[in-house]
């Protein structure tokens, strides 16, 4: 069973299983039972349930009636910027979310293995020296979600300490690819540029061009998510990442080679967080050495395809809200 199903890593995350032969289940609030664009495709081939990850009894029915073996969860309110207009909801939904589920499970008691999806952004101010970040660096959260993010990891540390929940914790660093929603920078340049290429915009409106993200391809994320509910041992953090780092500068500049777009960018102010994390690059040597992780998918092979995406979409006159 896979909460968030109908997110980008949700949905890649189902169709990859699905592609391994797995029964897949997908919990999703009843208002959002509508909002499938993302499994649509695969829709025929899943199960969703109606389920509430703040009603802790719809979520230990949903284990009890369809007989979960296996919970990913990685529901959540993930989008940092709207963290810092709504730090109480976001705690809400992610902190006591999450510790509702881990108390279903407990209640539950037949999980084989649980997953949670944590998060760099937990790393939060990250010194120079400290890189490549590795699970033993500390936890210096910059923002209500990252906070959020370390209250939920060591929630699950402590559940699986107290009462067993055999619940592997991976901190995905940032990672894209098509479908990815478009409050997320790497959608913001793809859709921007695409719309440049096709003369529906002059230049691009972005924020902090100088942080620096380590970027992986959402197919090689779900991979290592798969990967740790194998192999991974329970109570333990693995950083799943590509080790190599871009700024967003170098994303709108390898955007516009692609698309042989010219280079105009303003920055929005309304686009800038209250605080920033300069630079997040990541270690995978645990992940490697523990079940064998390795990304295979280069950025620009991904931006390749999201680029793609995004032409595909504009053509088609689908229509986006960038929420700043």
Same mark, same amino acid.
């Not at 923002?143 to 939920?152: D, I, L, N, Q, R």
């Given at each position: 069973? &896979?909460?968030?199903?109908?997110?980008?890593?949700?949905?890649?995350?189902?169709?990859?299983?699905?592609?391994?032969?797995?029964?897949?289940?997908?919990?999703? /609030?009843?208002?959002?039972?509508?909002?499938?664009?993302?499994?649509?495709?695969?829709?025929?081939?899943?199960?969703?349930?109606?389920?509430?990850?703040?009603?802790?009894?719809?979520?230990?029915?949903?284990?009890?009636?369809?007989?979960?073996?296996?919970?990913?969860?990685? @529901?959540?309110?993930?989008?940092?910027?709207?963290?810092?207009?709504?730090?109480?909801?976001?705690?809400?939904?992610?902190?006591?979310?999450?510790?509702?589920?881990?108390?279903?499970?407990?209640?539950?008691?037949?999980?084989?293995?649980?997953?949670? @999806?944590?998060?760099?952004?937990?790393?939060?101010?990250?010194?120079?020296?400290?890189?490549?970040?590795?699970?033993?660096?500390?936890?210096?959260?910059?923002?209500?979600?990252?906070?959020?993010?370390?209250?939920? *990891?060591?929630?699950?540390?402590?559940?699986?300490?107290?009462?067993?929940?055999?619940?592997?914790?991976? /901190?995905?660093?940032?990672?894209?690819?098509?479908?990815?929603?478009?409050?997320?920078?790497?959608?913001? &340049?793809?859709?921007?540029?695409?719309? &440049?290429? #096709?003369?529906?915009?002059?230049?691009?409106?972005?924020?902090?061009?100088? @942080?620096?993200?380590?970027?992986?391809?959402?197919?090689?994320?779900?991979?290592?998510?798969?990967?740790?509910?194998?192999?991974?041992?329970?109570?333990?953090?693995?950083?799943?990442?590509?080790?190599? @780092?871009?700024? &967003?500068?170098?994303?709108?500049?390898?955007?516009?080679?692609?698309?042989?777009?010219?280079?105009?960018?303003?920055?929005?102010?309304? /686009?800038?967080?209250?605080?920033?994390?300069? #630079?997040?690059?990541?270690?995978?040597?645990?992940?490697?050495?523990?079940?064998?992780?390795?990304?295979?998918?280069?950025?620009?092979?991904?931006? *390749?395809?999201?680029?793609?995406?995004?032409?595909?979409?504009?053509?088609?006159?689908?229509?986006?809200?960038?929420?700043?």
């Amino acid at each position: 069973m &896979i909460t968030g199903i109908t997110g980008f890593a949700g949905s890649w995350l189902a169709q990859t299983l699905l592609g391994h032969g797995a029964k897949v289940y997908g919990m999703v /609030r009843r208002h959002a039972v509508q909002n499938v664009e993302n499994i649509e495709h695969i829709l025929d081939k899943i199960t969703l349930i109606e389920g509430d990850l703040l009603d802790q009894n719809s979520v230990k029915q949903a284990l009890e009636k369809y007989e979960v073996t296996v919970l990913f969860h990685l @529901a959540a309110q993930s989008y940092v910027p709207q963290s810092f207009k709504a730090p109480s909801e976001t705690y809400m939904t992610n902190v006591i979310g999450t510790a509702n589920v881990l108390e279903a499970a407990r209640m539950y008691g037949k999980l084989e293995k649980m997953h949670f @999806a944590g998060s760099s952004e937990e790393y939060g101010l990250v010194k120079p020296e400290e890189t490549p970040i590795t699970e033993d660096n500390p936890l210096r959260p910059q923002s209500p979600y990252a906070v959020s993010k370390v209250a939920c *990891d060591m929630a699950c540390y402590c559940h699986h300490k107290a009462y067993g929940i055999p619940v592997v914790i991976t /901190r995905g660093f940032n990672h894209t690819g098509p479908r990815r929603g478009y409050t997320f920078v790497t959608s913001v &340049i793809t859709r921007q540029a695409a719309e &440049i290429k #096709l003369g529906k915009r002059k230049r691009f409106e972005l924020g902090n061009l100088d @942080a620096k993200r380590d970027f992986t391809d959402v197919r090689d994320i779900v991979k290592g998510y798969m990967l740790a509910v194998e192999k991974g041992a329970a109570g333990e953090v693995y950083n799943l990442c590509s080790g190599k @780092a871009y700024s &967003i500068s170098q994303v709108v500049d390898i955007a516009c080679e692609k698309l042989a777009i010219k280079r105009e960018v303003w920055q929005d102010p309304e /686009r800038m967080r209250p605080s920033d994390v300069p #630079l997040l690059l990541g270690s995978y040597a645990k992940a490697e050495k523990a079940f064998g992780f390795k990304p295979t998918i280069e950025f620009e092979d991904t931006l *390749d395809d999201m680029l793609q995406w995004q032409l595909q979409n504009v053509k088609s006159g689908k229509k986006v809200r960038e929420v700043k």
